[in-house]
């Protein structure tokens, strides 16, 4: 017995070895913001490795293709994107480097945009209209309906391509669902008050918030979208705002804050900066995080008027 022990002992380490890489193989997802690498890990677990190719702090508009990301594409076994054309600088260029798996209408291709009813659907755009995406207002994942929506697609495709693991993936869909519904009930009660109200925006990043929470866009600091402020077009907001009020003014962590700041001063108006997604303030550092720290903000800029 002692000598048959002895010898599994010094057999099993070399079972392992040469054991399948792919039973102990990760299914690498390549994300291209913040938010949907917080939904992968959420849908993937421990089953998944996750890459986000951007930070809290880039704008996923102006991304260079490094050869770091080129790399990173290569390996993936998922791309999970907001589309619309949101990456359009960068993300064809990482797609012509990777694997047929990874192509558009296959089944490690997945844009958010695709899935979800866009806001904002351009009929004719030209070079005039400033960065406008003809697909529709790229910033879905501030509907957290739509976070669902990508979740259970997600779900399925990893199931596709981890079949072994497809019950996993499934469960760990259902608990999230089903936390994530409880959630918006919450969120959806807590900021019954803002609905209706007039806010002033610096980018249309959040149209999607304000079209769930029933809010009113009454004004943009761009001119047009991705044209940062002009002193007439700042002037002739003002003007309008004399007369009809905003309750707040909304900028991202990312935008610049001088245009919101002057107009703040002039109006009288509270100027506030939200989260736009997973990492862009301490608070805000998983999906139901964001949403708590955004709705708070928000209410917190309601009660002070």
């Known amino acids: 017995m002692k000598h048959l022990l002895a010898f599994l002992s010094f057999l099993l380490p070399g079972l392992l070895f040469l054991a399948p890489a792919d039973s102990f193989a990760k299914v690498n997802v390549f994300a291209c913001e913040p938010e949907w690498a917080a939904l992968a890990q959420e849908i993937g677990g421990d089953k998944v490795e996750v890459f986000a190719a951007t930070s809290a702090t880039q704008d996923p508009h102006y991304i260079r293709a490094r050869p770091s990301l080129i790399s990173k594409a290569r390996k993936a076994d998922l791309l999970l994107c907001s589309g619309a054309s949101l990456e359009i600088g960068w993300l064809p260029i990482l797609l012509q480097k990777a694997s047929s798996n990874l192509q558009p209408g296959s089944i490690g291709y997945l844009m958010a945009a695709d899935l979800v009813t866009m806001l904002e659907v351009s009929v004719m755009v030209d070079r005039s209209m400033g960065d406008v995406h003809p697909e ?46 409880a959630a918006i009930s919450r969120w959806e009660s807590e ?7 007039p806010v002033v925006v610096h980018h249309k990043s959040f149209a999607y918030l304000i079209d769930w929470l029933g809010m009113k866009r009454v004004g943009t600091l761009e001119p047009k979208p991705g044209i940062p402020p002009t002193t007439s077009h700042l002037k002739n907001l003002l003007r309008e705002l004399r007369s009809a009020p905003a309750d707040m003014i909304i900028r991202a962590h990312s935008d610049p804050d001088d245009a919101s700041e002057w107009l703040s001063e002039k109006t009288g108006t509270k100027a506030i900066v939200l989260p736009y997604t997973v990492g862009s303030d301490k608070q805000s550092d998983d999906l139901f995080a964001l949403f708590d720290r955004i709705i708070a903000l928000l209410k917190g800029a309601n009660d002070r008027q």
């Open 191 to 197: 900021a019954a008050v803002l609905k209706g109200k």
């Open 136 to 181: 529709g207002n790229p910033h879905v994942h501030l509907n957290p309906y739509n976070l669902m929506t990508v979740g259970k697609v997600l779900a399925e495709r990893l199931s596709g391509i981890d079949s072994e693991n497809a019950s996993f993936y499934k469960d760990r869909y259902r608990d999230f669902s089903s936390r994530f519904r």
